[in-house]
């Protein structure tokens, strides 16, 4: 059972367009949804992250927009620039957290010059 | 500060072969965590440790074995590797709390 799935599985943005990704989830008692950022051959970094009693966060060109609802949440990257270029997960977890995140498959994005 | 650190960073194991990978982390972080990444899969939970003392089955747990030798330390052990072993192995680390997951660069494991 997938309990994040992400979508688009590539994408491709022109430099300054915004890039766009898109998760969902169905484990309700999810509370802390961060994204991580992994450049080739390093491991993931976090990148933003945000808890559900808040609908969206920003940080820079990086935004999470959260939908509780719907079970949904963002990513959201402005003015995209080729060093965006990179794969980004997202991911949820529940409680304490000490039985780890669980993390969609990934989204390989290309910011085109 | 070096955060979490894996050893090996690349290792060929031929198909039975046994081998540990380790890693440390300098945090003072409670929980550790050792995810497989395979293309088009993202990241899978193979066993976590919540604390010293304790560990856990995650998703994918088929195949490996574990050991938190300390607060420090936690180390997963292939038995008798196989090619679907062929992977990129991640070790973290995390906070008591609902926080920041910090990964190591990663172990490229290939099994021929």
């Known amino acids: 059972q997938q309990q994040v799935k992400q979508s688009p599985q590539s994408l491709i943005v022109q430099k300054g367009g915004i890039s766009i990704i898109n998760c969902a989830y169905e484990n309700t008692a999810f509370d802390y949804f961060p994204w991580y950022q992994q450049f080739p051959g390093k491991g993931p970094a976090l990148l933003i992250a945000?808890?559900?009693?808040?609908s969206e966060k920003k940080e820079g060109r990086f935004t999470i927009s959260f939908n509780k609802s719907a079970k949904q949440f963002s990513l959201h990257i402005m003015d995209s620039q080729p060093g965006d270029s990179a794969t980004y997960f997202c991911?949820?977890?529940?409680?304490?957290?000490?039985?780890?995140?669980?993390f969609g498959k990934g989204t390989h994005l290309i910011i085109q010059p | 500060n070096a955060g979490v650190t894996q050893t090996p960073k690349f290792q060929v194991l031929k198909t039975g072969q046994s081998m540990t990978l380790q890693c440390a982390q300098d945090?003072?972080?409670?929980?550790m965590y050792w995810y497989r990444q395979d293309p088009g899969m993202g990241l899978r939970l193979i066993y976590y440790s919540a604390s010293e003392g304790t560990t856990d089955k995650g998703e994918v747990p088929n195949g490996y074995n574990v050991s938190r030798l300390n607060k420090r330390e936690f180390s997963l052990r292939l038995e008798s590797a196989a090619p679907s072993q062929t992977s990129v192995y991640f070790c973290?680390?995390?906070?008591?709390?609902?926080?920041?997951?910090?990964f190591g660069q990663g172990t490229r494991l290939t099994v021929v």
């Open positions: 945090m003072n972080h409670n929980s």
């Open positions: 991911a949820a977890s529940s409680g304490g957290g000490a039985d780890g995140l669980t």
């Open positions: 945000i808890r559900p009693d808040v």
């Open positions: 973290a680390s995390r906070g008591r709390w609902n926080t920041e997951a910090f």
